[in-house]
């Protein structure tokens, strides 16, 4: 909630879902938390045996809580 200290909301180790050129994929993640901050890490290589993620689209869908 701070941007400092992070919660993980979904793991994926050998996921091939995005192996491929132009690939796309949605993961769903259940939580009954609201949440300010999203940070996506990784921590291996990529499809093409590089250590860099490019993302060209990011979408969330839920609830939208505004705390003002």
């Given at each position: 909630m701070d941007g400092i200290q992070w919660k993980t909301l979904k793991r994926?180790?050998?996921d091939k879902s995005l192996n491929g050129p132009y690939a796309t994929h949605s993961w769903p993640v259940q939580t009954t938390e609201s949440y300010r901050f999203f940070r996506i890490?990784?921590?291996?290589?990529?499809?093409?045996?590089?250590?860099?993620?490019?993302?060209?689209?990011?979408?969330?869908?839920?609830?939208l809580?505004?705390?003002?």
């Open positions: 994926h180790n050998n890490l990784q921590t291996g290589h990529n499809s093409s045996n590089h250590n860099f993620l490019v993302i060209s689209g990011f979408e969330f869908y839920g609830m809580y505004d705390n003002a």
